[in-house]
Each structure stands twice: as C-alpha cells, then as structure tokens.
C-alpha cells in the first residue's frame, strides 16, 4: 500500500530500494528554505545495515504489512534455530544472525512471534521480558541492599548484565532481552 513519506512512524516496515527496511527513527524537518521532509533511520530486516533517507511529503513509499505468526522455540541446530507453528506444527528454520544477540534469552518452549512476508520469515519478536539465573556476580557487601550502585553478574546463558549489589550467585532474575537489562528479582 502507498503511503505518504511523512506519515512513515518507527516500527513501520517499507519496501525501498529492492528490500525490506523497518523505520527506526523518524524526525520531521522544516528547512528555512525550501519544502519539508521527513529525516528517517532505516534498518534492513535481512542483515540489520542501516540507513538515513529523506522523503518528502510529495514522495509516495510503498509500506509493507507482515503477517505475524506465533511459534514455539523447539532447539538450536549449529547457527539454526528451529521453531514450530502453534496452529499448524509446522517447522521454520531461521538462521540465528535475525535475532542477533538476543537469540542468548531463547529457551525451550518460548513463545515468540515471527513475522513473514510472502511466506518468508523477515524477523522475530521476542518477548518482553525472560527469567534467567545469575551464575557469577560480586560477594554482597554489607548495607549495599539500599543503595542503587550495581554490579556486573553472568547469567546462566553466558550474557553479562549489571544487576543491583544485593543480588547473589543463584538469584533467578527478570531481564529484558532486547538490550539485557536488569528489570527486577524474579518472584519464584
């Protein structure tokens, strides 16, 4: 479908230059001379390259909508990851580059969302948040509990992540895995 270059939003995903690009920022300019634009930062949904276009209001791009499926994470085969329909069992490899550093948080039976376009996976959505289990981190020091300086600490899937001082070897923790950020102790 077409749609004016100023109506792009981030998470919006066009087709332009002969691939897929999912709009990560976008700022509108109005120069003190001639037409305004809108200033957009693109990131390719194949190998994750980005890309700073302009586009006038004037300019028609064609926007792209996927079809989102929910699967269930099976295993991971050498850089594969396997992955099953929850409708219709059916497998999907995807190459673990697509998810990138966040294919550390998978775990059996996660459910994520792949989105397709033309029956081709372009990328997944992981979930908001995982529990995982710290495996390494700095004693406890003594009064550390109630101030906020942080720690660093390994989790059981080898990512570090800086974590409160009053969180100890074998805490099990809520992590957001699209940047590995501590969120809170995990209620077990």
């Not at 064609?62 to 050498?78: A, M, P, Q, T, W």
């Not at 004693?139 to 390994?154: D, E």
Request: proline content about 4%; some cysteine.
């Amino acid at each position: 479908m077409k749609v004016n270059g100023n109506t792009i939003k981030p998470g919006n995903v066009i087709e332009h230059k002969s691939g897929l690009w999912i709009a990560v920022k976008t700022s509108h300019v109005k120069p003190g001379k001639g037409g305004a634009f809108a200033q957009i930062e693109l990131r390719n949904l194949k190998d994750g390259t980005k890309l700073n276009e302009r586009f006038r209001s004037s300019e028609n791009i064609e926007r792209v909508i996927l079809e989102e499926s929910s699967f269930i994470f099976l295993y991971k085969e050498d850089e594969n990851l396997i992955f099953m329909n929850n409708q219709t069992f059916e497998q999907v490899n995807i190459n673990e580059k697509m998810i990138g550093d966040q294919s550390a948080f998978l775990q059996d039976g996660m459910n994520v969302i792949i989105n397709s376009y033309n029956d081709e996976p372009v990328s997944v959505n992981m979930p908001d948040t995982c529990i995982e289990e710290i495996v390494e981190a700095d004693a406890v020091i003594k009064g550390q509990t109630a101030s906020s300086s942080f720690k660093p600490a390994v989790l059981k899937n080898g990512v570090k992540v800086m974590v409160p001082g009053h969180i100890e070897v074998g805490t099990k923790i809520v992590v957001r895995p699209s940047d590995s950020a501590y969120v809170e102790k995990a209620k077990v």
